[in-house]
């Protein structure tokens, strides 16, 4: 099993800034992939960034150029900066481990952008 704890969300203005982490713990192995996705009201879950263990990363072309997706295998946390941010990036924001088949989703921390 892994547990996933995120934490960071919260209200900001269109064009400031947030950082989200989320801290895995549990049967954690090498050989991993952790990333965010959002889900905004009414909408589907969708991805917003991954990275690998070895460091391979993958954006949404929504967020590419204003969010940094980055992790410390050393304390198994990865982080989403996210810059620049729009009305449009309002959602609910779920970390994600995978490794092989197994998937783990964290709770879920709200981002609310005002225009």
């Known amino acids: 099993q892994v547990q996933l704890v995120e934490s960071g969300g919260g209200l900001v203005q269109a064009g400031e800034s947030l950082r989200l982490s989320c801290a895995a713990s549990?049967?954690?192995?090498?050989?991993?992939?952790m990333g965010w996705y959002r889900q905004a009201p009414g909408k589907q879950r969708e991805l917003v960034a991954t990275?690998?263990?070895?460091?391979?990363?993958n954006y949404a072309d929504s967020v590419k150029g204003r969010f940094t997706i980055s992790r410390d295998n050393a304390k198994n946390t990865v982080y989403l900066q996210m810059n620049s941010l729009k009305p449009e990036d309002t959602a609910v924001y779920y970390c994600?481990?995978?490794?092989?088949?197994?998937?783990?989703w964290g709770q879920g921390t709200q981002v609310t952008v005002s225009s």
């Open positions: 994600n481990f995978r490794r092989g088949i197994k998937v783990y």
């Open positions: 549990g049967s954690i192995f090498s050989d991993n992939l």
């Open positions: 990275i690998s263990s070895g460091g391979r990363i």
